[in-house]
Each structure stands twice: as C-alpha cells, then as structure tokens.
C-alpha cells in the first residue's frame, strides 16, 4: 500500500465508522460492535504498514497536500509522513484498537453503548489527524476535535448518578461526571485559545503554516521576529500554553485527575494513547524551529522555549508523583502518574535544547519514554478498570487481597507496575534512563529532581499495588465475595485479552527496547538534520555517553529500591502502621496533608477561577441587578406618576390662568373697541 494512501485511511478509517455506528446499531448489538471495531483495525493495520519507513529514514518526509482554499490566501490540507508521525500514529492507532477490544466486555448492555463507540471512534480520528496534519492549521482543528470529544467521553455518564462520582472520601469535594468533562474543556480551552493566538502570530512573521516551509524558512522569518523586542518570548509561551494544558503539565495539570469521571476505557485512551501524549508531539514538532533560533542564529530569547519546557516537566513530575503517593482512588493514581510521566517527556524534550549536542539524544529519549508509557499506563488502566468493574469501588482502601479473585489482572498488573517504576529490564527503565541521562547532560538541578521523582514513583507504584491485591482483605471485598461471587473475576474474554496483550507487549519490549531506541535516535537524527537542512548542515557530535550511562542506571536502580522498601515494609510486609506513623510525626502529618489536598493549588484555582466569579455573580445579581431591578419597576413608576400628577395640576393651574388673562383680555379688547364705535356714532 503506498505510503500517502495508508496515512489516509488511518485518518479517515474512524471518522466514517463513528458516522456509521448508529446505523449498524439499528441492526442489533453485534453489529455496532463490529462497525466499531472493524474501522479501528483498518486504522491500526493502516498504521503499521507505515512502519517500515520508520527504518528507512532518509526516504522521508513523504507529504500528501490537497489545495483546501486559494484566495484570498492559499491553505493546503495535507498529511506528514516522517518518523515522527509514524511512531505517534502508531501509538494512537494501535493502541486505542486494543483498548477497544477492551471495550466489547467492559461496555456491553450499557443504555448509551452507541454513543459511547461514536464518541471513541471520533476521538481516534481526530488524534490522528492532529499527528498527521501538514501544517499547524489543521492539527489545531484535530486539536480542537479531541478536546470536544474527550469532553464527551469525560462525562459520558452525564446523568450524574452518584456512582459515577469521584473526589475524595468525605469531607472532601465530590465532582460529577459533567463537572469533571466541563472542567477539562475549560482549562484545556484556555491553553487552545493562548496557542490560537501564537499560531496566528507564527503565521503573520512567516506567511505559512506548513511544517515542511515554516523549517525551510525559519532563518528569516525568525529573524524577523527577533527584530521586535519581546516577540520570541510572547510567540514561545503562548505556543506552549496549548500543550502544557492539554498534556497536564503544571500550571493546567489539575483537570486530569478529574478525568477520572469517565469509563475505565475512556481513562485508558485519554491517559495513555491520545491526549495527553498531544502536547508533547506538539513540542516536539516546534523542536527544530527553536534549536536552529537558539543555537544557529544565536536568538538568545529563543532559549525560553526549552528552559520553560524542561523546568515545567520537572516540576510537574515531582507534583504528581508526591500527590499519587496519598491518592486513594484507583484511577486517580494512574492519573497522577501520568501527569507525573508526561512530565519526563517535556523534561527530555527541553534538555535537547539546553546544551549542545544534546538534540537528538533529548529527543529521542522523550518520545521513547512516550511508547514505552503508552504500553504500560495502558495496560494498567485496562486493570484498574477491570479491578474497579469486580470489587465495585473506586477506592484502593476497599480491596486489598484481591489477587486470589483476579490473578491474570494480578500477572498483567505486575508487568506494567515494573515497567512504570523502571525496573530492569522493563521497556520503562531504559527510557526513564534515557531521560535520566540527557538531563544529566543539560542540568544537575534537573537530573536530581528527576531521580527524586523516579523514588516517589518506586513509592506510590508499589503501595497502590499492594492494597489492591495483597494486605488484609476489606470489608468491601468481603461483602461483594459473599453477595456477588460470580462478578469477582478477571472480567470477560475481552477484557482480558486486551490486558494481556499489552502485558505481552511490554515483556517483548524487554528484549527489543534497546535496538527501538537505536531505531529512533537514527531516524530522528536523520529527520532533523532534515528539517534544519537550510541552516544546519550537521547537527554536531552527540555528547559522550558511556561513563554517564552508567552511573545514571546505578543511580536509576538505586532510587527505585529506596523507594519500594518503604512501601513494600508499610504496606505488603505490613511491619508497620502509616497511621501510627503519621500520629506520631507532626511534620509528616502536616506533609501528608499538604499533598493530599494537592499542594492547595486545585483549591486556589477554586477560589479564584470558580468561587470568586460565582460570588461576584451573585453580589451583581442580587445586590447591584435586583436592586436595581427594584428602583425601576417600584420606585421609579412612583416617581414619575407623582412628577406627572404634579405636572398635570400645575399644567391646569397655568392653563386656567391663561384662560382667564386670554378672556379678561379679550373681553376688554372687545369693550374697548365697542366703546369706540359707540363713540364714533
């Protein structure tokens, strides 16, 4: 299949089978099954008969451009074929046609399973347009489509039944499922509208949007912006406003954990394949641009881009992981931590900028860390899903001892645990490594926020685990082992086949992780020496690994079991209590606390951004537009009646004075001339 052709269909593909579904729902269950599947796995197939160019690097970038308009300015539509978009097309392609494998067992004799495969089959679409579009016009329309559906899908449960609500246990906030799907829209809308206003900007200084000319052209249209004081730096925080709020990355991270509110799949497609992995191809994608403007034309404001990147993804990574180490629902967790991974990603993609030499490997190591995540947060929020669905509850202090109940998700859980917390040789060691290793590199400060965060990560990972499947077995799951037994399992055929794919995955990525990471450095390296061809005939000698790459997976190796041992003591070993702990230490209770309410930052955005509008709504709507409403309706009416009734009386006063002045006038006027004449005769 040629190359153009198969980036189509992996577009197109689950567009008409969201359009089809409600027809072949009309046929009966199976049917709408099947169209929801079948579009999906031409997409997948599609995507994989574009992976053996990613081998061949020197073959791309391959574009397919269709003319879209041509006056008063030319907009093409078009799709990029390079090694980039290959892999990203891969990871969402593949990946969500597992998750809805996944789907068949988890959704089946759901009310609204037709809307539920439009809404993931839309969002499948849109992710892959956003990644295959030519140039920045369209991929903010794919953009704008995957934040509508993941609005729909975040709130699929729109009725709000008080099982579908999450938060926290009582006395925290509770938030539905509509809340949760309107907050996404709003925080992430308001990085769209900020990266909206960049791209308009980019498009002012270089006359196109295309990706291909915007690289071919950056020496002067960069230069152009550069000779306006301050442009660089508006261009380059407002371009990534759009990704740091739809990847979650601090300040816009605190939608994702209320994503939550949405099917187990769904928490699986938006955390691990689709959108959170958006905004790092997007910076990615601005990559070269930013280089050549920092390190070629010596742009010196150029440089905000990778510092604001990399100091964001760290900052975000510990964030997170230290709030994952106190969450207690399920899913939370996993949302924490990938808010927490994704910030690894933006920290390797800022450090390719922050000392030369370390492009690609910051590069390469960035998307690495985006496949091995997608495998294995995937497959540990089909679990968490599967979990949920048998126990029924959210919390991971209503399990405990659930291995015996469900021992493939037990086996398929372990996996994907492993790999998160970068044990060798998971497929998530060597790119955390990777990580580890290029911000060693770029920044000291950096390095050791990283490593602390891969501790916290060890901590949070295997204290979740273990109250799910090991421990003292909960009151919950004794209720449910004694009323519903037959629920308590691994889930259906499906369920499990789609989680043990995944887990299969991860372990043939222990063998071949290595030679994927040789596969990407050599194309990325070929991509953008391409891309920055005009300027860049070279892209200089990659810095020296060898000494460094082992020291950093010593170090690696080292954090994650200073990590783990604490939590697997307190909460598999059980030798001692984290309550008594916590009682007896007022600095870790006061600790504890500061995380559990998110760093007080979720609460000051409340404050700020929900409670402070509210109120002064209310003040204008009840003391400035009621009132107002009052003197207008009651007292002025009576002001003007009582002006009118005095109006009118002195209007009559004056006229009946007028009258008599008018008549004794005329009467004397008439006497007068009567007088005359009379004297005449």
């Given at each position: 299949m040629p190359t153009t052709t198969a980036a189509w269909i992996c577009v197109i593909a689950p567009f008409i089978g969201a359009a089809l579904t409600p027809f072949a729902a009309r046929l009966g269950s199976a049917a709408r099954v099947a169209c929801g599947l079948a579009f999906s796995f031409v997409s997948a197939a599609a995507a994989l008969s574009l992976l053996p160019r990613l081998f061949q690097p020197e073959s791309l970038p391959v574009e397919s451009v269709v003319a879209w308009l041509e006056v008063p300015i030319r907009i093409d539509f078009g799709l990029l074929i390079d090694p980039l978009s290959i892999v990203l097309t891969n990871v969402v392609a593949v990946i969500s046609f597992v998750i809805l494998i996944y789907c068949v067992g988890y959704m089946k004799d759901d009310a609204a399973e037709t809307r539920f495969w439009m809404w993931m089959n839309s969002f499948i679409g849109s992710m892959l347009l956003l990644v295959l579009a030519s140039n920045l016009l369209f991929l903010f329309i794919g953009w704008k489509l995957v934040g509508v559906c993941s609005y729909?899908?975040?709130?699929?449960?729109?009725?709000?039944?008080?099982?579908?609500?999450?938060g926290g246990p009582a006395p925290n906030a509770f938030v539905t499922p509509s809340e949760a799907g309107l907050k996404a829209l709003i925080v992430t809308g308001a990085g769209d509208m900020l990266m909206l206003a960049?791209?308009?900007?980019?498009?002012?200084?270089?006359?196109?949007?295309?990706?291909?000319?915007?690289?071919?052209?950056?020496?002067?249209?960069?230069?152009?912006?550069?000779?306006?004081?301050?442009?660089?730096?508006?261009?380059?925080?407002?371009?990534?406003?759009?990704?740091?709020?739809?990847?979650?990355?601090?300040?816009?991270?605190?939608?994702?954990?209320?994503?939550?509110?949405?099917?187990?799949?769904?928490?699986?497609?938006?955390?691990?394949?689709?959108?959170?992995?958006?905004?790092?191809?997007?910076?990615?994608?601005?990559?070269?641009?930013?280089?050549?403007?920092?390190?070629?034309?010596?742009?010196?404001?150029?440089?905000?881009?990778?510092?604001?990147?990399?100091?964001?993804?760290?900052?975000?990574?510990?964030?997170?992981?230290?709030?994952?180490?106190?969450?207690?629902?399920?899913?939370?967790?996993?949302?924490?931590?990938?808010?927490?991974?994704?910030?690894?990603?933006?920290?390797?993609?800022?450090?390719?900028?922050?000392?030369?030499?370390?492009?690609?490997?910051?590069?390469?190591?960035?998307?690495?860390?985006?496949?091995?995540?997608?495998?294995?947060?995937?497959?540990?929020?089909?679990?968490?899903?599967?979990?949920?669905?048998?126990?029924?509850?959210?919390?991971?202090?209503?399990?405990?001892?659930?291995?015996?109940?469900?021992?493939?998700?037990?086996?398929?859980?372990?996996?994907?645990?492993?790999?998160?917390?970068?044990?060798p040789p998971f497929p998530g060691f060597w790119s955390k490594d990777a990580v580890l290793l290029a911000t060693l590199e770029a920044s000291?400060?950096?390095?050791?926020?990283?490593?602390?965060?891969?501790?916290?990560?060890?901590?949070?990972?295997?204290?979740?685990?273990?109250?799910?499947?090991?421990?003292?077995?909960?009151?919950?799951?004794?209720?449910?082992?004694?009323?519903?037994?037959?629920?308590?399992?691994?889930?259906?055929v499906t369920m499990r086949g789609a989680s043990g794919l995944l887990a299969a995955l991860i372990v043939v990525a222990c063998g071949l992780a290595v030679a994927l990471e040789a596969v990407l450095h050599h194309g990325f390296e070929v991509s953008l020496a391409g891309q920055m061809a005009a300027a860049l005939p070279t892209l200089g000698d990659e810095a020296e690994a060898g000494a460094s790459h082992t020291l950093?997976?010593?170090?690696?190796?080292?954090?994650?079991?200073?990590?783990?041992?604490?939590?697997?003591?307190?909460?598999?070993?059980?030798?001692?209590?984290?309550?008594?702990?916590?009682?007896?230490s007022a600095p870790l209770a006061a600790l504890y606390r500061f995380f559990w309410r998110r760093w007080e930052i979720d609460a000051f955005y409340q404050r700020v951004f929900v409670d402070g509008p509210t109120a002064l709504a209310r003040v204008v709507a009840e003391d400035v537009e009621a009132r107002w409403d009052h003197v207008v309706h009651r007292w002025l009416p009576w002001l003007v009646m009582e002006k009118s009734q005095r109006l009118l009386v002195r209007l009559r006063t004056d006229t009946e004075e007028l009258v008599y002045n008018v008549s004794y006038i005329l009467v004397v006027f008439v006497m007068l001339l009567a007088y005359l004449f009379i004297g005449v005769d």
């Open positions: 729909g899908l975040i709130g699929f449960y729109y009725t709000d039944q008080k099982k579908y609500w999450i960049g791209i308009l900007l980019v498009y002012f200084y270089a006359g196109t949007l295309s990706f291909s000319e915007l690289y071919a052209s950056a020496p002067t249209w960069l230069a152009a912006m550069a000779d306006q004081p301050g442009m660089v730096v508006l261009v380059t925080l407002l371009l990534l406003a759009g990704p740091i709020g739809k990847s979650a990355q601090f300040p816009f991270h605190e939608w994702l954990p209320e994503a939550m509110a949405g099917p187990g799949p769904v928490s699986a497609l938006i955390h691990a394949a689709t959108m959170v992995k958006s905004g790092v191809y997007l910076v990615a994608r601005l990559v070269p641009l930013f280089y050549y403007g920092y390190w070629i034309a010596e742009i010196e404001a150029a440089g905000w881009f990778f510092t604001v990147t990399a100091f964001v993804g760290a900052f975000t990574a510990l964030l997170a992981a230290t709030q994952g180490m106190v969450a207690v629902e399920l899913k939370k967790v996993m949302a924490y931590s990938t808010v927490s991974q994704i910030g690894y990603m933006m920290l390797a993609l800022g450090a390719a900028g922050l000392a030369p030499g370390l492009l690609v490997n910051g590069y390469t190591a960035g998307i690495f860390h985006l496949i091995s995540h997608a495998l294995f947060k995937a497959c540990l929020f089909l679990c968490a899903g599967t979990v949920i669905h048998a126990v029924h509850s959210i919390y991971i202090t209503d399990m405990g001892a659930a291995r015996r109940h469900l021992p493939l998700t037990w086996g398929f859980m372990l996996v994907a645990s492993l790999s998160l917390m970068g044990v000291p400060l950096l390095f050791a926020v990283g490593l602390l965060t891969a501790g916290l990560t060890a901590f949070y990972t295997v204290r979740c685990f273990a109250l799910v499947f090991h421990g003292v077995e909960s009151d919950n799951l004794a209720h449910v082992r004694a009323h519903d037994p037959d629920h308590l399992n691994d889930g259906a950093v997976g010593a170090l690696s190796i080292l954090v994650v079991l200073l990590g783990a041992a604490p939590a697997y003591y307190l909460y598999v070993a059980r030798t001692a209590s984290p309550e008594t702990i916590l009682q007896g």
